[in-house]
């Protein structure tokens, strides 16, 4: 399969594995962890050549991993009929008979969150997830009668890859598969993912502007990006707030330092009041919170080099 150009991004310090708010994330005994896009390419390019046949991608929601699969393969745009891809649920008889119509092809299970949770989809994985080149795949019910073409059994050699935001070995078919594949957790740093966001974004006001504030911000999401420039675009003037409310993990102190930022409130009266109608809470509670306000730092002079949105798995809200 032909490989595709990518931008490659400099190394940076391995970030603590834990989530927005600070809890370690339990992760497989044999995962393989992966703290920038250029190493977690050289892993994806391995899959889109063949060479690896079998790999769990896992890491914190909005970072990219799909947009990462789909340049790998190749893929402009949406998937295609070169790759089966599957996001989130799925029944068992749909997920075997796209296999089928997909067999020797490469296959992408999406958000396998919640397709681990039916046992009869994990059932039909385990076959595919095998370690041999020829994987046997069988449906024995009536169910397959009702679709002429449709074997009871097929072989294919489809090499396959898994997204998932988390992993959790809930019985022994999961354990299964888990045991038979490389798995990689990818925790890039904040500054990691806002490098790699400015190959796509387009906005340099809502980009500075989280920029700025990076160090504070525990888990960064792509996501972020997007959201704010919507909100800048429909007229927001408090965007800059909103925004902090999504990044920081305490939404008083975001509340309070979105205050400072919105020139329609130009004394700390005006900003006690509307800080009083939004949380409920106290003069004396403004003052102590505006002591703990993080501030916001010269943001990475990163250019904007790829308009364009970038669709990542759960916006079509």
Same mark, same amino acid.
């Given at each position: 399969?032909?490989?595709?150009?990518?931008?490659?991004?400099?190394?940076?310090?391995?970030?603590?594995?834990?989530?927005?708010? @600070?809890?370690p994330v339990k992760l497989p005994d044999d995962a393989i962890v992966v703290t920038n896009y250029h190493d977690l390419g050289r892993y !994806?390019?391995?899959?889109?050549?063949?060479?690896?046949?079998?790999? /769990?991608? !896992?890491?914190?929601?909005g970072i990219g991993k799909t947009e990462a699969v789909k340049q790998a393969l190749c893929l402009d745009g949406n998937f295609c009929d070169k790759v089966l891809y599957i996001e989130g649920h799925a029944q068992p008889f749909g997920l075997y008979q796209e296999l089928w119509r997909y067999r020797?092809?490469?296959i992408v299970l999406d958000?396998?969150?919640?397709?681990?949770?039916?046992?009869?989809?994990?059932?039909? /994985?385990?076959? !595919?997830? @095998?370690?041999?080149?020829?994987?046997r795949i069988s449906w024995l019910s009536n169910a397959v009668a009702t679709i002429p073409e449709l074997p009871t059994e097929f072989t294919t050699d489809s090499k396959v890859i898994f997204i998932a935001n988390e992993w959790r070995s809930v019985n022994g078919n999961v354990r299964a598969l888990e045991d038979r594949t490389i798995i990689l957790w990818f925790n890039p740093t904040t500054g990691e993912i806002h490098r790699k966001t400015a190959e796509w974004f387009s906005d340099m006001e809502v980009y500075r502007f989280i920029g700025s504030y990076l160090p504070h911000i525990p888990q960064l999401s792509m996501r972020y990006y997007d959201k704010g420039k919507r909100l800048r675009e429909a007229g927001f003037l408090d965007w800059r707030k909103s925004l902090l409310q999504m990044m920081l993990p305490n939404r008083t102190i975001a509340v309070?330092?979105?205050?400072?930022?919105?020139?329609?409130?130009?004394?700390?009266?005006?900003r006690i009041k509307q800080f009083f109608t939004e949380t409920g809470l106290s003069r004396s509670t403004y003052f102590r919170v505006k002591a703990k306000i993080p501030q916001p730092i010269e943001p990475p002079r990163n250019i904007l080099n790829r308009p364009g949105k970038l669709r990542l798995v759960g916006d079509d809200s």
């Open positions: 399969m032909r490989k595709c150009q990518k931008s490659r991004i400099s190394h940076s310090a391995p970030p603590p594995m834990a989530t927005k708010m @600070n809890q !994806l390019d391995k899959f889109a050549e063949g060479r690896l046949d079998l790999v /769990l991608l !896992l890491g914190p929601p020797d092809k490469p958000d396998l969150d919640r397709l681990y949770a039916n046992s009869d989809c994990v059932r039909i /994985l385990k076959p !595919l997830c @095998n370690t041999s080149r020829k994987k309070v330092a979105g205050l400072q930022l919105d020139f329609r409130w130009t004394t700390d009266d005006q």
